[in-house]
């Protein structure tokens, strides 16, 4: 089961309001909701998704909603939405192929899922579920992207931004570009920069180091994150992509700045947003944020559609793949669990049989006993072996009826979970 918040249908703000802190933290206090069996945060500018795996859907799904709820700064009602089942792993395979990112096509993305995934692995909040869904997800985006021409193009939100710029100007040769910040936004739009070959890029960071690294790659220049104000007067496009959790320029900040004549552009990518909507109301300047960025998306869509046309094909294909091995696992522990209970009829019969022959004789030894052990454990292994293999055979080849027959049958009901 999925819970998101996306920029489909959430403007900025709410997103901003729906984050969850740090998602480490997040997987943990999800995967600690009784349940919920396993658990993934993803969290990016432009979604806050959870995915889960849960004892029973609609009480868990219950739970999960109480916990966007009290975790989340807005009222989710009118925001969230949830995804169950086929729905909610073909949404994963889309997402990182890109499909469902604001820049269709995007690379970003697809790294960012990494991420994540590498996180709740680290926090033990992912199992064989999530595990093999997350796993296939990071293969096709790969194999999407080097089969296709679906990232041509601008294809982050940084390069997005930066082909914005462009339109705008027309040419960026002449310009002279501040970026602030320094993470993977901000490489992303150094990247898409270089390639523009631009006036001059300088580059202002909290950690002047980082800032310094990324501004030998653009061979630009970084100056001390409370000195870049001094910059503005001299600056045509400022890209501005810090991971602050509040505004880094406000209209105060700005005030006898841009010089009569001159004109600014302002594009702030960052989730929060690093720069005040007051700012817009200065005279010569111009602020677009994340929604702005909706106009480059639509523009790409149409060029993209024949190469989404050959991802949607490999994710169809991938989709049926995953549904397959996931019908094996049930199939596996379906049969795990019919040895399990036998196993413990086993025993039980095992110790009253034993306690049987003590009464009958003077003593049981340790042979006597071993050969009851091989015995019995010989009934249980060739007693269930036909019935297992029905079982998992009906699993590969999807045979429901079989299954639940099976379920029944064994009385099974309690082990199957819901994802």
Same mark, same amino acid.
């Given at each position: 089961?999925? $819970? ?12 901003? &309001? ?11 206090? @999800? ?32 739970? =999960? ?14 925001? %969230? ?17 890109? =499909? ?17 995934? !590498? ?118 496009? %400022? ?25 600014? $552009? ?48 490999? @994710? ?25 209970? &036998? ?28 050969? =009851? ?5 010989? $009934? ?10 029905? @079982? ?14 099976? !379920?029944?049958?064994?009385? =099974? ?7």
């Amino acid at each position: 089961m999925g $819970l998101q918040i996306t920029y489909e249908w959430a403007e900025v703000e709410e997103l901003e &309001a729906a984050r969850l802190g740090k998602s480490c933290k997040a997987c943990c206090q @999800i995967a600690d909701l009784k349940g919920i069996e396993e658990c993934v945060v993803l969290q990016t500018c432009n979604r806050v998704e959870i995915y889960t795996v849960v004892s029973e859907l609609q009480r868990d799904k219950g739970r =999960l909603r109480k916990y966007a709820q009290t975790s989340m700064d807005l009222a989710v009602g009118d925001y %969230i939405k949830f995804l169950s089942g086929v729905e909610l792993l073909e949404h994963l395979l889309r997402l990182a192929c890109g =499909l469902e990112s604001m820049v269709f096509g995007e690379d970003q993305i697809l790294g960012q899922i990494e991420e994540e995934y !590498e996180t709740a692995q680290k926090e033990g909040t992912i199992g064989k579920v999530l595990n093999k869904a997350f796993e296939k997800s990071i293969m096709v985006g790969k194999k999407v992207r080097t089969e296709t021409d679906i990232n041509r193009g601008p294809t982050s939100v940084g390069s997005a931004a930066v082909g914005l710029a462009e339109e705008l100007f027309g040419t960026l040769e002449d310009k002279n570009i501040l970026i602030i910040g320094a993470g993977e936004t901000a490489r992303l739009v150094g990247k898409s920069l270089k390639e523009r070959n631009p006036g001059s890029v300088t580059v202002a960071n909290r950690t002047y180091e980082r800032g310094l690294k990324l501004a030998r790659k653009l061979d630009g220049e970084v100056v001390e994150f409370s000195d870049f104000t001094k910059l503005l007067p001299d600056t045509d496009v %400022i890209i501005s992509a810090t991971g602050a959790p509040h505004f880094i320029l406000e209209k105060r900040d700005m005030k006898g700045l841009i010089s009569p004549g001159e004109n600014l $552009l302002i594009i702030d990518v960052a989730n929060p947003r690093d720069v005040s909507e007051e700012v817009s109301e200065i005279e010569n300047i111009e602020l677009c944020d994340l929604d702005n960025l909706q106009q480059v998306r639509d523009r790409n869509l149409e060029k993209r559609k024949e190469e989404a046309d050959k991802a949607e094909s490999i @994710i169809e294909k991938e989709l049926d793949s995953l549904l397959k091995e996931y019908e094996g696992m049930e199939g596996d522990k379906m049969a795990s669990e019919i040895h399990r209970k &036998a196993e413990e009829i086993r025993e039980r019969e095992m110790s009253r049989a034993v306690r049987r022959l003590k009464k009958c004789t003077d003593s049981v030894n340790g042979v006597e006993v071993e050969v =009851l052990e091989d015995l019995t454990r010989g $009934l249980v292994r060739k007693t269930l072996h036909d019935p297992m293999s029905q @079982i998992r055979e009906a699993s590969r080849e999807g045979d429901k009826e079989l299954l639940e027959a099976a !379920e029944k049958l064994f009385d =099974l009901s309690e082990t199957r979970k819901d994802s």
